[in-house]
């Protein structure tokens, strides 16, 4: 699990050069082939091979794409297939040892046994750049170029490939793929450091027609290479210098572009001056906190940290100009533009991190989804997007809680912008069953395989959008979604306590299963992990499972019952390592469940599930993520949880307070202002508080506010091994609820 890549890329780089090790398709003949999601990222740890080295991937999600301009090094005879894992001689891949493999923030290196070559890896935002080192008695230096190597790949994805050889050591040219982005425009510039001396290429799906290009033999040292399925060769005599470096600038609007990119960011400069420039972003970046911990806590701190600074991605050129939802070129006038939202995962931790630790970014993010709504001929909010184009994977309208959030926590936005678009995003009739939802109160089943998990996530997206419309003095609007916040509601059976889909005719799922996490009405969950699922009204949801004690014993039996293996079989995101008891940990429904006993008369078991998440969950070993890490969504929960508080309900201004996992910890929040966190005596044994202060005063309520956080100064938690039965809140020291259980 995990599917994260190793390989090179600054924070939020466009570019993520890591090595693939396998080519396995998405589907053969429209049949999906499901070892294929394994391979989200392209690498898997237990692969003995490597097929090259690709210039684009997904950091931790559970669908991909991408794997775009894949370079591999070769020596002695040519081959122009990758091959297989079973039989890697029959194509241009190479095995390889993990004992030579080096990973670190924007450096990867490998040796490449088959043909004893070393490969470094190091990049800009927006270029790749190479340095293979050939072994001295090479008969043949020689670089594949495969334009048609994708991640998630499938007979007919790229559309269209071009490579136009420019002189002897500059390549241009583009692929146009359709996959989860169903039109991904890649133009590339690609600078040698030394000249090639023979070239050619292989359509290994040739054109019926070649028009008057057949006067020509373009197979073979011919400048202008196109085709579907194109694989080129690049054969070069060193001499007496057995090393090639290779700059590969990036761009989605244009040739031009990338050679900008490729120019601006690495011109001249040597690959040890680029790789340490990458090295100085990630430390800067990481140094956003300090903590001390053990060297297992610690390591997991800062790879939790290092994720959430992958995804996402800078989307344009140095100039300015990207390529818009609409296709047309655009230029960002005062912003970054932003791509790669996984927004069902990202808004619960990710997004709220960034308004403490990374708000400039966030600045242009929410920016960019603005950009996204204004070019979209659907007038709505991003969705899951990348690169130019929406997936629509997932459900909800979950940019909304994002701009609530950033608007709540005084991220610069154009309020009335941002209130247009959440409205419009929430009114689409045909997207996931709106026009049934608006009317009935619900998405019924019938209708929609997942509508339980459509209704209660559309009822959190909507108090959003009441709680900022009410904000900002729009009475009507706010009455409106209040209302549609509450139809949670409509999805409870209160005779169970527990969300159930129902019919169009309002009669419920008939042979319900609420442990099923397949055919019940629920997305990558079931009904006991999404019966949770009401942040917005928490004290409402206590009411319609039967008062505090009732939702405290139902709390605990899902973090102590046990989920046999055959109720999540047909789901592949959902695996046991993810799972404590019936509480999966890891899909990202679940997160802020651990944190609901602060409503309770027992917050204090908060204390005790969240490091027992902590420990079993984040492992700093191979596989040690328990889930998809989804741009960071999963390793953002660790950072908040470590800080000891979390965002359960993103678009209020509150953090309810868990226990810290370590003894300290400093965020730099900008403005020169810090958060120091003490818990001196932290530790498995020591995980319950007995009292926080910050700056010396109590903390009497079960949250902190965002601005109590970003004032900065110290926050102290005194810890102790039995809980503090006396450290509990009434209704007004509880976090918020839209309602009081009426």
Request: with cysteine.
């Amino acid at each position: 699990m995990g599917h994260v890549f190793p390989g090179a890329c600054v924070p939020h780089g466009i570019v993520a050069l890591s090595p693939d090790t396998d080519t396995i398709p998405h589907n053969i003949d429209g049949v999906y082939q499901p070892r294929a999601y394994e391979y989200c990222a392209g690498y898997q740890h237990k692969d003995s091979t490597i097929v090259g080295f690709s210039h684009t991937h997904f950091s931790g999600t559970g669908h991909s794409d991408l794997g775009d301009i894949l370079i591999m090094p070769t020596t002695g005879a040519l081959k122009l297939n990758p091959g297989t894992a079973t039989d890697p001689d029959a194509g241009y891949r190479s095995r390889f040892s993990h004992d030579t493999e080096i990973a670190t923030p924007g450096y990867y290196e490998v040796m490449l046994d088959d043909y004893g070559v070393k490969a470094q890896l190091t990049a800009t935002e927006r270029t790749g750049v190479h340095r293979y080192t050939y072994p001295a008695d090479a008969d043949t230096s020689r670089i594949i170029l495969d334009m048609n190597h994708a991640i998630y790949n499938y007979d007919g994805k790229v559309l269209w490939a071009s490579v136009q050889v420019v002189n002897d050591s500059t390549l241009v040219g583009y692929r146009i793929t359709n996959g989860w982005a169903r039109a991904n425009y890649t133009y590339f510039a690609m600078k040698f450091s030394k000249p090639f001396n023979n070239y050619g290429y292989i359509d290994h799906k040739k054109p019926k027609y070649m028009g008057h290009l057949a006067k020509f033999k373009p197979n073979r040292n011919f400048p202008d290479i196109q085709g579907r399925q194109i694989v080129c060769y690049f054969d070069f005599d060193l001499g007496n210098d057995p090393t090639l470096d290779i700059k590969v600038g990036l761009s989605a609007v244009s040739t031009e572009g990338a050679m900008k990119n490729l120019e601006a960011e690495a011109g001249n400069k040597t690959f040890e001056q680029i790789a340490a420039e990458a090295r100085a972003k990630w430390a800067k970046e990481l140094n956003v906190i300090e903590a001390e911990g053990s060297d297992d806590q610690l390591a997991m701190l800062y790879t939790s940290l290092y994720h959430t600074l992958i995804n996402p991605s800078v989307y344009m050129d140095v100039d300015g100009q990207y390529r818009g939802l609409d296709q047309n070129i655009h230029k960002a006038e005062g912003f970054t533009n932003y791509t790669i939202f996984s927004l069902w995962d990202t808004y619960r931790a990710l997004m709220p991190l960034y308004n403490i630790i990374n708000r400039e970014r966030n600045t242009d993010m929410v920016e960019s989804m603005l950009k996204h709504y204004e070019q979209s001929i659907h007038h709505a909010l991003p969705v899951w997007s990348h690169m130019g184009n929406e997936n629509f994977c997932m459900i909800g309208y979950h940019a909304v809680p994002v701009l609530a959030d950033a608007i709540t926590k005084g991220i610069k936005v154009d309020k009335p912008l941002a209130l247009e678009a959440m409205v419009s995003s929430s009114t689409i009739p045909y997207y996931g069953n709106l026009k049934e939802y608006m009317e009935l109160g619900y998405v019924p089943f019938d209708k929609n395989p997942t509508g339980a998990s459509n209704t209660l996530e559309y009822a959190f997206d909507d108090w959003t959008i009441y709680n900022t419309a009410k904000n900002m003095g729009k009475t009507e609007i706010a009455d409106t979604y209040k209302k549609r916040a509450l139809n949670y509601r409509n999805t409870f059976d209160k005779n169970l306590g527990l969300a159930r889909a129902r019919y169009s005719d309002g009669t419920w799922k008939k042979d319900f299963h609420p442990l099923g996490t397949h055919g019940e009405g629920f997305l990558e969950g079931n009904s006991w992990n999404y019966s949770f699922y009401v942040p917005q009204d928490v004290e409402g949801l206590k009411a319609y499972m039967g008062g505090d004690k009732r939702f405290i014993q139902k709390l605990d039996s899902l973090f102590t019952m046990y989920l046999p293996d055959e109720f999540f079989a047909e789901t592949e995101d959902v695996t046991r390592e993810g799972i404590l008891g019936n509480y999966v940990h890891g899909n990202e429904v679940s997160q802020h469940i651990p944190y609901l006993y602060a409503w309770t008369s027992e917050p204090w078991k908060t204390q005790y599930w969240v490091r027992e998440i902590m420990n079993k969950m984040y492992q700093n070993n191979i596989d040690g993520l328990c889930g998809n890490d989804d741009c960071g969504q999963m390793s953002a929960w660790y950072i908040f949880t470590a800080m000891g508080f979390y965002p359960v309900a993103p678009g209020t201004d509150q953090y309810v307070i868990g226990a810290p996992y370590l003894p300290y910890m400093k965020v730099n929040l900008g403005d020169g202002k810090s958060l120091t966190i003490r818990a001196d005596k932290v530790n498995d044994k020591n995980r319950y508080v007995q009292s926080v202060t910050l700056n010396g005063e109590p903390i009497k309520t079960a949250y902190l506010t965002h601005n109590q956080i970003m004032g900065g100064g110290e926050l102290n938690f005194v810890m102790g091994p039995k809980p503090n039965k006396k450290r509990t809140f009434t209704p007004e020291q509880r976090p918020y609820s839209l309602t009081q259980g009426e």
